[in-house]
């Protein structure tokens, strides 16, 4: 199935098929500001009554998220410093996709940089959109296995810890408010469902 393209898994109905009564349509885009990762753009559109109105919107490039498990059943997330919420938060190991890069190989690349695992094995779990009101932003979920220790060789400006748990405690701190980044609790929620498949 084509990873873009959403369904509804009742009855597998096409998301599109409204798009005559519900769709946008862009007239002209105007970039507001290009930054070394985002780039805003300010867009007029025709509206499905035929109307006009403004979007302002990010163009992301995209990025991947990957959860190792070890042997026993153990994860490994990763403690961060986010600066937009001047606050630490424990997530799942991530990072953008590079132009022309392939998802898996995102996956994999970020999984070594931040943690220093490699691994003999990945899966792709399906993809989000975390901010569709004001983003273009996806992101691709990823499990991995085989896991061995290599070093941490994180980016310069990047700092991080890793942190390694029971699944079953990552799951707990999901429904206690303790993991509270988004692209995180889902991949777990997605993760447990793959884990509970394999036994």
Request: proline share 6%; glycine share 8%.
């Amino acid at each position: 199935m084509d990873k873009n393209k959403a369904h509804h898994n009742d009855g597998h109905i096409d998301a599109w098929q409204d798009a005559g009564r519900l769709v946008e349509r862009r007239i002209q885009t105007e970039p507001v500001f290009d930054g070394v990762l985002l780039h805003a753009n300010r867009d007029r559109v025709t509206l499905p009554d035929g109307s006009e109105s403004v979007r302002e919107w990010i163009r992301h490039p995209g990025a991947c998220t990957v959860l190792p498990v070890f042997d026993n059943g153990d994860i490994m997330l990763v403690k961060q410093f986010r600066y937009p919420m001047r606050q630490i938060f424990l997530e799942v190991p991530a990072g953008k996709i590079d132009p022309g890069e392939p998802e898996e190989v995102t996956a994999i690349r970020e999984l070594e940089e931040e943690t220093g695992l490699v691994c003999r094995h990945v899966e792709y779990l399906g993809h989000i959109y975390p901010c569709i009101g004001y983003s273009d932003e996806i992101i691709h979920f990823y499990m991995a296995w085989g896991i061995e220790q290599e070093k941490a060789n994180t980016d310069s400006d990047e700092f991080l810890e890793p942190v390694r748990l029971p699944f079953r405690e990552a799951i707990e701190m999901v429904h206690r408010g303790e993991i509270t980044d988004a692209k995180t609790v889902t991949h777990l929620l997605r993760g447990q469902k793959w884990m509970e498949d394999r036994g």
